[in-house]
């Protein structure tokens, strides 16, 4: 089973229609990157859980809603009387997404700490904001350290908004003492060159390599992905389709990847080859395509991916 733990939240995407003063009308999108790494998965067919405290809000009971029409197991989700976190969301003309964050107070950051996870669980997927915004930052740190003692998988995808960063130096140096604890890293060319100071992704991912990590995988948008191993750099192109927006793209490729790891019964990514590789890269490529095909984050079933 695969465990991702983060954020759940309410994207509010700019609408067709205009309101006051020529300003978008904001249509509100379930998400939040490891909640999309969650629905990815489970939409293709594998056991997942999703672990994280949600409202009781109108909004948390949609999210929890969407997590079990997905096939997503909700039994490690808490709840709590405090607001969903709100993301609202600007695109500019080809689509990319910034988003603007409302955080104080949310549910999703007053997680707590579960132990041990279930013996049935070969991954634990972690990122986003999730690793950021304290208390439940510490709480995933905590359960990341333990989960790797134990054998389990550990998949991180910082995905970094700067924006919820108030000491850039302190978060670079937390991420790297998560290094010796993550098999696989996924992130995207542009939050590798922030992490790494503005330097080239390709020698950063490098050097998280020799910091302990098993594997890097590199999104680097129309230009498709990459993972960096201690022996191979393997590289596949994206599907080319019409980009309707990218919200949900990255988190596709992570839920897609984990998910193909799990078909293939994969429990330490050391054990794949070239060939393996590539296959699953190709798999998490068509994934995203899809997912960009189509307004907000709404990852490809397994039926969309025959």
């Given at each position: 089973m695969i465990v991702v733990g983060g954020e759940a939240l309410v994207d509010l995407v700019p609408g067709e229609s205009k309101v006051d003063n020529g300003l978008a009308s904001l249509l509100p999108r379930l998400g939040g990157g490891p909640y999309n790494v969650a629905l990815a998965a489970g939409r293709l067919g594998v056991p997942t859980a999703f672990l994280s405290r949600v409202s009781e809000d109108r909004f948390g009971r949609a999210l929890r809603e969407r997590l079990t029409a997905s096939e997503v197991d909700i039994s490690m989700l808490q709840s709590g009387p405090e607001p969903t976190t709100?993301?609202?969301?600007?695109?500019?003309?080809?689509?990319?997404?910034?988003?603007?964050?409302?955080?104080?107070?949310?549910?999703?950051?007053?997680?707590?700490?579960?132990?041990?996870?279930?013996?049935?669980?070969?991954?634990?997927?972690?990122?986003?904001?999730?690793?950021?915004?304290?208390?439940?930052?510490?709480?995933?740190?905590?359960?990341?350290?333990?989960?790797?003692?134990?054998?389990?998988?550990?998949?991180?995808?910082?995905?970094?908004?700067?924006?919820?960063?108030?000491?850039?130096?302190?978060?670079?140096?937390?991420?790297?003492?998560?290094?010796?604890?993550?098999?696989?890293?996924?992130?995207?060319?542009?939050?590798?060159?922030?992490?790494?100071?503005?330097?080239?992704?390709?020698?950063?991912?490098?050097?998280?390599?020799?910091?302990?990590?098993?594997?890097?995988?590199?999104?680097?948008?129309?230009?498709?992905?990459?993972?960096?191993?201690?022996?191979?750099?393997?590289?596949?192109?994206?599907?080319?389709?019409?980009?309707?927006?990218?919200?949900?793209?990255?988190?596709?490729?992570?839920?897609?990847?984990?998910?193909?790891?799990?078909?293939?019964?994969?429990?330490?990514?050391?054990?794949?080859?070239?060939?393996?590789?590539?296959?699953?890269?190709?798999?998490?490529?068509?994934?995203?395509?899809?997912?960009?095909?189509?307004?907000?984050?709404?990852?490809?079933?397994?039926?969309?991916?025959?």
């Amino acid at each position: 089973m695969i465990v991702v733990g983060g954020e759940a939240l309410v994207d509010l995407v700019p609408g067709e229609s205009k309101v006051d003063n020529g300003l978008a009308s904001l249509l509100p999108r379930l998400g939040g990157g490891p909640y999309n790494v969650a629905l990815a998965a489970g939409r293709l067919g594998v056991p997942t859980a999703f672990l994280s405290r949600v409202s009781e809000d109108r909004f948390g009971r949609a999210l929890r809603e969407r997590l079990t029409a997905s096939e997503v197991d909700i039994s490690m989700l808490q709840s709590g009387p405090e607001p969903t976190t709100l993301a609202v969301v600007a695109l500019d003309e080809r689509g990319a997404a910034s988003y603007t964050f409302y955080t104080e107070g949310t549910a999703d950051r007053l997680v707590a700490d579960p132990g041990p996870l279930p013996s049935e669980a070969t991954v634990l997927c972690l990122g986003t904001l999730g690793m950021v915004l304290e208390p439940g930052a510490t709480t995933y740190e905590t359960m990341l350290r333990r989960e790797s003692a134990r054998g389990v998988l550990t998949a991180l995808d910082p995905n970094i908004r700067a924006d919820l960063i108030t000491d850039e130096g302190a978060y670079r140096e937390r991420f790297l003492s998560w290094l010796p604890d993550v098999r696989l890293l996924k992130l995207s060319d542009d939050d590798a060159a922030w992490l790494a100071g503005g330097a080239d992704p390709v020698k950063a991912a490098k050097g998280w390599l020799d910091a302990g990590v098993d594997a890097v995988v590199l999104t680097r948008g129309a230009d498709g992905l990459a993972v960096h191993t201690g022996s191979a750099e393997i590289t596949v192109p994206s599907e080319r389709v019409d980009v309707v927006d990218t919200i949900g793209a990255g988190d596709t490729v992570q839920g897609a990847l984990l998910a193909w790891l799990h078909q293939h019964n994969v429990r330490a990514v050391t054990e794949l080859g070239a060939p393996e590789w590539r296959a699953a890269l190709t798999f998490a490529a068509k994934a995203a395509a899809i997912t960009v095909s189509r307004s907000g984050a709404e990852p490809p079933r397994a039926a969309e991916m025959v």
